[in-house]
């Protein structure tokens, strides 16, 4: 377990960089419900295949969630290009279609090998060796794609029309910062689950914009808030019998307000 939250934290924080610098949050939000529904259906399919084993449950688990998160996507990346639909209401409808269809998948095929809770809020200590290996292989991939185009996704975040007068692709980058998102909210679902998540990937970037210099201390940082927000929560959660989903996402929004009122502290003294 505390392994699987300190790449899980690191992850969510990195990829929170990107999607809090091109407001991407609130497709954060709704790609993490969309993924509920396909988790359901991944898990119906696996326990009719794998006879009690967890691995195999959690593979067909991660592979549900992606193959239903995908074209929900498409379909919020759709409908924010209609005239006049703006992107909010779009991840809005989204977001309510991911969770109400969850919910109604989950008592249709009710009683599944998983308890409910373990898809909202995660159950990090009951995490295989399959789900640290696929949270691992994420984060290796975003951080080659940050090493590699990390500063044009920044370019792109922050001026998009100077981005493409530049010769640049627009369209590579949105689906890199979109693809980024989404196989981040799948990975991270054992661990911290499909709801508590976008407190992880928004909170430490957030936070630390206003106190970091230029974009590189930014993407050092947030991974590193990140990863530690994950092991205090999960330290607190322990010693207090509680959740540990529902302390790493209370914590994130400590952590959000602390770095609020140090601002304020550094900007006025």
Not at 83 to 90: C, H, L, R, V
Not at 211 to 229: C, D, Q, R, Y
Request: with cysteine; hydrophobic share 60%; charged share 5%.
């Amino acid at each position: 377990p505390l392994v699987e939250i300190c790449i899980v934290g690191a992850l969510a924080g990195l990829v929170g960089v990107f999607a809090v610098l091109k407001r991407r949050v609130f497709f954060a939000e709704s790609v993490t419900h969309g993924t509920f529904p396909g988790a359901v259906l991944g898990v119906v399919v696996g326990s009719s295949l794998s006879q009690g084993d967890h691995h195999v449950l959690s593979l067909w688990l991660f592979a549900g969630a992606f193959a239903l998160c995908v074209p929900l996507a498409g379909v919020m990346y759709a409908l924010a290009r209609i005239p006049g639909q703006s992107s909010q209401a779009a991840a809005g409808v989204v977001l309510t279609v991911g969770v109400a269809l969850g919910y109604f998948l989950n008592t249709w095929f009710a009683p599944l090998p998983l308890k409910i809770e373990g898809f909202l809020a995660g159950s990090v200590l009951n995490v295989n060796v399959l789900d640290v290996s696929v949270a691992f292989a994420v984060l290796a991939v975003v951080m080659v794609i940050v090493v590699g185009y990390g500063k044009q996704l920044v370019f792109y975040a922050f001026d998009e029309q100077g981005f493409r007068a530049a010769g640049f692709s627009a369209s590579r980058a949105e689906l890199l910062i979109l693809g980024m998102v989404v196989v981040t909210v799948v990975a991270v679902i054992p661990a911290i689950g499909t709801v508590l998540s976008i407190a992880l990937i928004a909170a430490p970037a957030a936070g630390l914009i206003p106190l970091m210099k230029n974009s590189t201390a930014l993407i050092v940082a947030a991974p590193l808030a990140g990863a530690l927000i994950g092991v205090v929560g999960l330290g607190c959660a322990l010693l207090w019998h509680l959740s540990v989903g529902g302390c790493i996402a209370v914590l994130a929004g400590v952590f959000y307000a602390g770095c609020w009122c140090l601002r304020k502290v550094l900007f006025t003294s």
